[in-house]
């Protein structure tokens, strides 16, 4: 049963216009939801996060919205840049474990 | 800066072969990870653990055990390797499981088992 879900597999945007990456959950129990951005042959490495009690959360290019009454978030990469190329996952954080659930990640093109 | 290693970058084995694979973290975290990644399965969880000596299952266990002799290591073991177990393994560890707080990875074994 995917608890995080990415419907989209790959995205193709051009430089300088906006990336949207979007993100759906079903366990309300989840209390932080964080981006996660991985290179080939590199490990992830941590974008930006948000907590539940919040609906925005805004890092230089990088925002990324909640909404929990739809169990959704998404990241906004503003303008878009040929160095955001990578694959991106989201994950959410249950707070009594200390575990992240992972989606399957969408990869990101950012094209001249 | 938080620095996680990982044993190997690229291993290949044989099946049946028992897998060692192993990673260290250099920053006294408590909670340490093994993560496989497969394309459109994303990042799945095998093992944690919270503390030396302590392991718990993650989503898909099966297949593989771990061990925590030392708070900096966490290894990850493959008692009978098979052909399904062909895969990118990422390490990971984070402060304290008392708080929400971001995991940090470790570049990656891809694992190919022959």
């Known amino acids: 049963d995917q608890q995080v879900k990415q419907n989209s597999p790959s995205l193709s945007v051009q430089e300088g216009r906006i990336s949207i990456l979007n993100c759906d959950y079903t366990?309300?129990?989840?209390?932080?939801f964080l981006w996660y951005k991985k290179y080939p042959a590199e490990g992830p490495t941590f974008l930006i996060s948000i907590s539940s009690i919040k609906d925005k959360n805004e890092d230089g290019r990088f925002t990324v919205f909640l909404n929990k009454s739809a169990k959704h978030l998404s990241l906004h990469i503003v303008p878009s840049q040929p160095g955001d190329s990578a694959v991106y996952f989201c994950?959410?954080?249950?707070?009594?474990?200390?575990?992240?659930?992972f989606g399957t990640g969408t990869r990101l093109q950012v094209t001249l | 800066d938080v620095k996680v290693t990982q044993s190997s970058r690229y291993l290949v084995k044989r099946t049946g072969e028992k897998v060692f694979l192993e990673c260290v973290q250099d920053m006294d975290h408590e909670n340490m990870f093994w993560y496989r990644q497969d394309p459109g399965l994303g990042l799945r969880l095998i093992y944690f653990s919270y503390d030396v000596k302590m392991k718990e299952k993650g989503d898909i266990p099966e297949g593989y055990s771990v061990s925590r002799e030392k708070k900096e290591r966490f290894s990850l073991i493959l008692e009978s390797a098979s052909t399904n177990q062909t895969s990118m393994y990422l390490c990971a560890s984070s402060p304290s499981r008392r708080a929400y707080n971001e995991q940090f990875f470790g570049p990656g074994t891809r694992l190919t088992v022959l």
């Open positions: 366990n309300s129990m989840f209390d932080y």
């Open positions: 994950a959410a954080h249950t707070g009594t474990a200390s575990k992240l659930t």
